[in-house]
């Protein structure tokens, strides 16, 4: 199926250059797909930046819009400042962040060692305050406009059995989401959250696509979970100047999940 062309719509992002962390695994490879079917230069990051599936990746859609890559460890701030040096050397200058890193460990509370802890702490919630400052820093000193769309989740709002360490940061992730919003508005850098429900993953297809899935989906309005296409609009949505009067909102995407009977 061909990919769809949101050049000269609303969401037509041509001119513009999005850096998208974690677009290696999980939503990664959807999210740039979409930003480049709006013409969107993209720079791809993973932790290591001759990862197969990051190159792969580059190659397929390089075709479209011009795509480059860079090694960043999201959880660790000489490595993201180390990445937006390299991003700045190739003559690249970021003006959309999609802080889409994040990291599931599931485990019951009382079972979540230190270890654990820390590792989830680092990556989704330290991890996207290191990128998000560095995005920041680098449009104020050049008094450029910008836009930083946090893929939270609607696990941030309600919580299930054994994610206690992921649902409490992608919590405190909405919470930073507002924080940032309201002190940044000031340079033209709009921050705003894009919150999935249960959308299918490789990571996660295995189970959403079985019977034990059965009783989740049931709790979904629309009967079902959602596919990666699904959060194009919403994603397109905050990363254009179709939101130019929006920052600091979370926009929740999980056929109706959230407002199922308790």
């Not at 390089?62 to 180390?82: E, I, L, P, Q, R």
Request: net charge negative.
């Amino acid at each position: 199926m061909k990919s769809p062309d949101y050049t000269n719509t609303p969401f037509d992002l041509s001119g513009k250059t999005a850096l998208i962390t974690g677009a290696s695994g999980g939503l990664g490879e959807q999210f740039a797909a979409t930003l480049a079917s709006a013409g969107a230069t993209l720079i791809l990051s993973a932790r290591d930046s001759k990862n197969p599936k990051l190159l792969a990746l580059q190659e397929k859609l390089s075709g479209s819009v011009k795509v480059t890559c860079v090694g960043m460890d999201v959880g660790d701030s000489a490595s993201v400042s180390h990445a937006f040096t390299q991003i700045s050397e190739q003559g690249f200058t970021a003006d959309i962040l999609l802080n889409n890193a994040g990291i599931a460990k599931p485990s019951s509370a009382i079972n979540t060692d230190e270890s654990l802890w820390q590792s989830v702490l680092d990556t989704n919630l330290s991890g996207a305050w290191y990128v998000a400052r560095e995005f920041a820093k680098r449009l104020v000193s050049i008094k450029h406009n910008g836009a930083i769309v946090n893929v939270t989740s609607i696990l941030g709002q309600r919580v299930s059995g054994g994610v206690m360490s992921y649902a409490v940061t992608k919590a405190g992730l909405e919470q930073m989401t507002s924080a940032l919003a309201l002190e940044w508005a000031r340079y033209g850098i709009r921050v705003n959250a894009l919150a999935p429900g249960y959308i299918v993953t490789d990571m996660n297809r295995d189970y959403l696509e079985s019977s034990q899935s059965e009783d989740l989906i049931s709790n979904v309005p629309q009967r079902r979970v959602g596919e990666p296409a699904d959060l194009d609009g919403a994603l397109l949505l905050l990363a254009s100047a179709g939101d130019s009067f929006m920052t600091g909102s979370t926009v929740v995407v999980d056929g109706g999940h959230l407002n199922s009977s308790l």
